[in-house]
Structure formats: structure tokens, C-alpha cells
């Protein structure tokens, strides 16, 4: 809350939005030369949990599972059956399954550190993480068709079969844009500017509640609350966001990767 009121007023005591400084914090810590800001310390933090939770869900498997590993085994069966096996089938399903299942949960983790108190900021809010996730996404869609059909995949990409030679000629630079350039930048930027928007939105709404509460006083304080009531409805918005994100970037991996194993290729 403190931080809040230190970005919703100033020594004038008039009020102050949230600005993209937000997501360039000063540094907390040095270790070994290496400098850690809130951001990083919030991404090791959602890190551990995820860690935790997986290790303590599944260390002690039972065939008949109590509720915790029932709920790490409903998260993983998600994954498994609704996105890698729906889209890949079992074979590459159970192939891409790792990579697909990790996708999910470290961005549904890392979003949903934006709306945790005393953390505030969702660990894929900085370019670093999606773009990260989105190469990895890049080189794996494309080791698969490689390895798929060595001698076609470029071939096929570039120029789809039962196109008439002369459309080659715009066909061929569209698809090019789409499949190698515009793919890694869309999963990157739906990524990054969903938790970019929805920060900014939830500081706007906890600092003006901050701002009428603390610093304007008086009835002022009636507008707080509805700044206040805003903010606790986009904070529950912004968990469905935070699922939905993780769920499209791992269903648009496994769909590049589904395009890049088809017959065709």
C-alpha cells in the first residue's frame, strides 16, 4: 500500500498515474556482479513456488491421490490432453508435451504475480521472459518440420502446393512475413503488452483509491471507493487474463508446431 501511495501523490499533493517507469525498478541487490531489481527477485520467487508445488504434488504419487496431487494432475492432464494431444495427437503430443506443459505453467505463474500482494508486478510485464519463450516456441516449430521433412519444410512453407507460379511472386514474401517473422513477434507482444496493460490499469485504480483515501481525505474518500471496487473487479479480470495468456501461448506453440508437422510438409 505504502507504494501505492507513493505513486498516486506527490510533495504537491496532487495525483500521479502509472507510468512505464514502472517496469524498469532501480536495482535491490548485487550478487557477484549480477544486479537484481523486483522484477527479477518476483520472476524467482513465482519460480520457486511453481517449483514447490509440482515437487510436493508429485513426490509421493499414490494410485489413489489425495486432493493436492489431484490438483497438480488435473493441471497437467489439461495440458496434456487439451492442448499437445488435441493438436499434435499422442505420438507428437507425448513429444512436445515437456515443452508445451513448462509454457503454460511458468506464464500462468509469472502472470499471476501481478495481482499477489507485495509482489504487484506479473514476471512477463518485461520483454525479456515472452520473447525468451516466443524464440524457444520459434526454433522448436521449426526443428519440427525439419525433422520432420528435411528436403520440404522450407519448400512447402514458402510455396504452398496448387498455388498458380505466377502468385508465387506475392504469395511467397506474405508467407514468409507470417510464418518466420510475424510469429515470434505476435507471441512476444500479446504476451508482453496484455501484463503491461493490465499492470498499469490495477496501480491506476489501487493508487487513486490510495490518493482519495489517504491524501485527498474528506469525501473524497466516496470516490475511493469506487476506485477501489474497479480494482478488486479487474484484480479477478486480470486472474482470467493471466490463464487465458498462458493457455494461447501454449495452444499457438503446439498449432506452429501442428503446421509444421502436417503431411503437406
Same mark, same amino acid.
Given at each position: 500500500?505504502? *507504494? ?15 507510468? +512505464? ?30 517449483? !514447490? ?35 499434435? #495427437? ?9 515443452? !508445451? ?12 504475480? &501481478? ?18 519463450? @516466443? ?26 502446393? #496448387? ?13 514468409? +512475413? ?10 512476444? *507482444? ?7 496493460? #493490465? ?7 489501487? &493508487? ?12 473524497? @474518500?466516496?470516490? #475511493? ?25 501454449? *495452444? ?14
Amino acid at each position: 500500500m505504502n *507504494l501505492l501511495v507513493q505513486a498516486a501523490s506527490s510533495d504537491d499533493g496532487s495525483f500521479h498515474g502509472p507510468s +512505464i517507469n514502472e517496469f524498469f525498478p532501480p536495482t535491490l541487490f548485487t550478487i557477484g556482479g549480477l544486479e537484481f531489481n523486483r522484477i527479477i527477485v518476483v520472476r524467482f520467487i513465482a519460480t520457486i513456488v511453481l517449483l !514447490l508445488i509440482f515437487w510436493l504434488g508429485t513426490r509421493r504419487m499414490r494410485l489413489i491421490p489425495g486432493r493436492f496431487q489431484s490438483v497438480v494432475e488435473m493441471g497437467l492432464d489439461f495440458v496434456r490432453v487439451n492442448i499437445a494431444e488435441d493438436l499434435l #495427437g499422442k505420438k507428437d503430443g507425448h513429444r512436445f508435451l515437456p515443452l !508445451l506443459t513448462t509454457f503454460f505453467f511458468m506464464v500462468l505463474f509469472f502472470n499471476l504475480t &501481478g495481482i499477489i500482494p507485495f509482489l504487484n508486478i506479473a514476471g512477463t510485464s518485461v520483454i525479456a521472459v515472452p520473447l525468451l519463450l @516466443a524464440i524457444i516456441a520459434y526454433v522448436t516449430f521449426i526443428y519440427a518440420g525439419v525433422k520432420k521433412s528435411p528436403k520440404n519444410f522450407f519448400k512447402n512453407a514458402l510455396f504452398p502446393p #496448387g498455388v498458380p507460379w505466377p502468385l508465387y511472386i506475392i504469395v511467397t514474401p506474405i508467407e514468409f +512475413i507470417s510464418t518466420f517473422v510475424l510469429r515470434p513477434i505476435t507471441l512476444t *507482444l500479446r504476451l508482453l503488452m496484455n501484463m503491461v496493460v #493490465g499492470h498499469l490499469l490495477l496501480v491506476l485504480f489501487f &493508487g487513486a483509491t490510495a490518493f482519495f483515501f489517504f491524501t485527498a481525505g474528506s469525501w473524497w @474518500a466516496l470516490f #475511493g471507493i469506487g476506485t477501489f471496487a474497479f480494482g478488486f473487479a479487474f484484480s479477478l479480470f486480470e486472474i482470467l487474463v493471466a490463464v487465458l495468456q498462458a493457455y494461447v501461448f501454449a *495452444l499457438l506453440t503446439a498449432v506452429y508446431i501442428q503446421l509444421a508437422v502436417a503431411e503437406e510438409h
